[in-house]
């Protein structure tokens, strides 16, 4: 099992910063890749980023490219997300998952986060 535990989430202006942290904890960290997703009200659940287990690779999703960067240290078992250029569009609830094994991108993300609000107002 690995449990995950995010925050970071708030309020924040357009075009403001926010980081995200996700602090996973269990199974050895090192063998998952983690990722960010997030959910807006009325919405499906989307795919924002992902970081491979030495935190390397990267992928993001078209919507947060140049903005947002995923990063992740290995040695306090955290996976972080920095949010720039906050748009009131960015408003959701952001998930932190983690996928066992070495794909890049994973086939399907086996641990969930209870979430953390952002809100961008206009």
């Known amino acids: 099992q690995v449990q995950l535990v995010e925050s970071g989430g708030g309020l924040v202006q357009a075009g403001g910063s926010l980081r995200l942290s996700c602090a996973a904890s269990?199974?050895?960290?090192?063998?998952?890749?983690m990722g960010w997703f997030r959910q807006a009200p009325g919405k499906e659940r989307e795919f924002v980023a992902a970081?491979?287990?030495?935190?390397?690779?990267?992928k993001y999703g078209d919507s947060v490219k140049g903005r947002f960067t995923i990063s992740r240290d290995n040695a306090k078992t955290s996976v972080y997300l920095q949010m720039n250029s906050l748009k009131p569009e960015d408003t959701a609830v952001y998930y932190c998952?983690?996928?066992?094994?070495?794909?890049?991108?994973?086939?399907?993300?086996?641990?969930w986060g209870q979430g953390t609000q952002v809100t961008v107002s206009s």
């Open positions: 269990g199974r050895t960290f090192t063998s998952f890749v």
């Open positions: 970081v491979g287990t030495s935190g390397y690779i990267t």
């Open positions: 998952a983690a996928a066992a094994g070495l794909r890049f991108p994973p086939g399907e993300w086996n641990y």
